[in-house]
């Protein structure tokens, strides 16, 4: 016969699911007017990357229309897609970036 301990009968378990937070790509698109230079700058001060990766990345700009700055959970890539509108207006550039879910 099975006896039932009734330090446990009224208790419940709870089975939490931990999810990993959705990942988005934040791109740089090319444009004919910001400079080389310029896309370097915004790479290396809102992206924190070195000079030789930030040439890397602006050079695949140019080349292929677009370039990965980074892949960050949704609020970050939303204020780096932000800080590069803001840089780019201060400057008068037209650079844009935007964000892809991963």
Do not use: W
Request: glycine share 2%; net charge negative; proline share 3%.
């Amino acid at each position: 016969m099975h006896q039932s301990n009734p330090a446990f009968e009224n208790e419940t378990v709870e089975l939490i699911e931990i999810k990993e937070p959705r990942l988005y790509k934040v791109l740089l698109l090319n444009d004919d007017y910001s400079s080389m230079e310029f896309v370097i700058k915004v790479l290396m001060q809102i992206f924190h990357h070195s000079f030789e990766k930030a040439t890397e990345i602006m050079l695949s700009v140019h080349e292929k229309g677009k370039g990965l700055c980074g892949v960050y959970a949704y609020e970050i890539a939303e204020t780096k897609v932000s800080q590069v509108r803001k840089m780019a207006k201060e400057e008068k550039f037209p650079l844009r970036a935007i964000m892809e879910a991963e």
